[in-house]
Each structure stands twice: as structure tokens, then as C-alpha cells.
């Protein structure tokens, strides 16, 4: 069936995470789909989520880092929409027989103290609104074959959500450098790749400035309380049957992920 239109697409999409067959690009039968639109599917596919129960509980970005970028092929950051079923409790396995072809990066997350609107917001006034910050992994899973999207795709995919882990340790803004905060991102005990918040943008506030502005244009706000994921840090990590992964933060302690 070729898709044409709002409905058809969230129907699509979530089709292909229900069943975990994954699916081609909606941009090869839907030539309309330009970014404006593919945000507006993203808003009919999340509440589809939450006339079935889901609670929104914060946004994410998604390609905030060169490694991500070039990983994905694509240059622009975006944004999407979490909520709590994306929430996987600390000591929770990543539930695989869920999930079609899940990676794992690690992230810096922010929880909102004040609500953030924008145009016009900068990242001193970002980081302002800003309660607590913590680690965290996002585990993302597109719903189109190996990956391959252009950004109205995953955007309308609401960027390959599927879970994402907060640490235990959380931290004030000011009581540390987020551009210089360090993480060491292992598998198994082998190292694998290392970062610092300076891959986000050259600062997570950054970040953060650039989704309230973006979605202050969409006429949306970032609420006090919100949780925020700045994008990955590093490329993503494919997740194989009793992996363990663990993302080591200078300031935010260690954050474990194991894999079902
Ligand atoms: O944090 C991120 O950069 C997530 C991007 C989502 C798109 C993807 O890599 O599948
Ligand atoms: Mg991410």
C-alpha cells in the first residue's frame, strides 16, 4: 500500500514496530514529505501513544553529534517526543524480543527546572532552566530496514525512540563543565569510544537552546519537569543477546546497560 498521508504513515510506522518488520523510506512513496509534514506525522503517531495510555514526558534530540551525523548521513539535528513507555528502569535488561535492530549511545540528560520557550532562547538562558543533569543511555530502533532514512523519515519515526535509561547521579548545571564532562563508553570491558559533552554541539546547553527554539516555532514549549536527551554522544552501538554495555561519566557516575 503506498502512503500518501498523515493517518496511512502513523499507521505504517506503527505497524512495522508492532510486528518488528522493519520498513523502506515513506520519502520513496510519499514524495510530499517534506520536514514540516514529518514533524506533523511525528505529532499524530505520539498521540496515537497517548490516546492508548502513554504520558509525555519530555523531548530528545537526535543527531546533535559529528559522529552521529556522519554515522546517519544527515547534517541537521531534530527533535522528537518521549514518553514514559520509553522509560527502562535502571536494572531492567533491554527487552531484545521487543525490538527489531536496537543500537545503544550514551547521552546527557537534562530535567527541566523552568519551562523553556523559544525563539530567542540562548544556551546561557538554556542552561538556566535546567534543575538536575544526569547520564544515560538512549537505546534507538528504527522502524525502516538497516537504518536507511532521510530526515523527514526519521523525524516522522519520532527518531528511532524506543527506551532510554537515566543514571543515578544527578547533578546541579553549574556544579559542572558539560563541554568538558567525559565518557568512556565500554562493552564487555573493552573500551569502545570516548566523547565529552563538547560533541553536542560544542555544548549541551547548546542543544537544549536549539530544541526550544525549534519547537517554539512549531508553537510547542519545553515544560519544568520535562526530561531532556541531548542526542548521543558517541556512534550507536549495536545491541547483541547478553551484551553488557556501560557508559562512564567523569562527574555523573557509571551508567550499566545489559541486554535480554
Ligand atoms: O541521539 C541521537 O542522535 C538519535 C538519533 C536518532 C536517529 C537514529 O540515529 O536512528
Ligand atoms: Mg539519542
Do not use: C
Not at 550514551?106 to 544526569?134: C, H, I, N, S
Not at 569502545?192 to 530544541?211: F, I, M, N, R, S
Not at 525549534?214 to 542526542?231: K, M, N, W
Request: cysteine-free.
Amino acid at each position: 500500500m503506498s502512503i500518501q498521508d498523515i493517518s496511512s504513515a502513523v499507521a505504517a510506522l506503527r505497524r512495522a514496530e508492532a510486528t518488528r518488520t522493519p520498513r523502506g523510506r515513506l520519502t520513496r512513496e510519499w514524495e510530499g514529505l517534506d520536514l514540516d509534514t514529518a514533524y506533523r506525522v511525528q505529532n499524530a503517531l505520539v498521540e496515537e501513544r497517548v490516546a492508548a495510555g502513554e504520558t509525555v514526558v519530555g523531548i530528545k534530540l537526535g543527531l546533535t553529534s559529528r559522529a552521529k551525523q556522519e554515522r546517519m548521513g544527515i547534517s541537521s539535528p531534530l527533535t522528537a517526543v518521549l514518553t514514559d513507555a520509553y522509560i527502562l528502569p535502571a536494572d531492567v535488561p533491554v527487552p531484545l524480543d521487543r525490538l527489531i535492530q536496537p543500537r545503544a549511545e550514551p547521552e546527557l540528560v537534562f530535567v527541566m527546572g523552568q519551562p523553556l520557550r523559544g525563539p530567542g532562547v540562548t544556551a546561557a538562558t538554556a542552561l538556566a532552566a535546567v534543575d538536575r543533569v544526569y547520564g544515560g543511555f538512549e537505546i534507538i530502533d528504527s522502524r525502516y530496514v538497516d537504518y536507511d532514512f532521510g530526515l523527514p523519515d526519521v523525524v516522522a519515526d519520532n527518531a528511532s525512540s524506543a527506551f532510554f535509561v537515566v543514571g543515578g547521579v544527578g547533578r546541579r548545571p553549574d556544579e559542572l563543565d558539560l563541554a568538558l564532562e567525559a565518557v568512556v563508553l565500554s562493552v564487555g570491558g573493552d573500551v569502545v569510544d570516548t566523547a565529552t559533552g563538547a560533541a553536542v554541539q560544542g555544548h549541551p546547553a547548546e542543544a537544549l537552546a536549539l530544541a526550544a527554539n525549534a519547537l517554539g516555532a512549531r508553537g510547542q514549549e519545553i515544560p519544568a519537569g520535562a526530561i531532556v536527551l541531548t542526542g548521543g554522544l558517541t556512534d550507536a552501538i549495536a545491541l547483541t543477546p547478553g551484551a553488557s554495555l556501560a557508559a562512564e561519566f567523569t562527574h555523573l557516575g557509571t551508567v550499566h546497560l545489559s541486554v535480554g
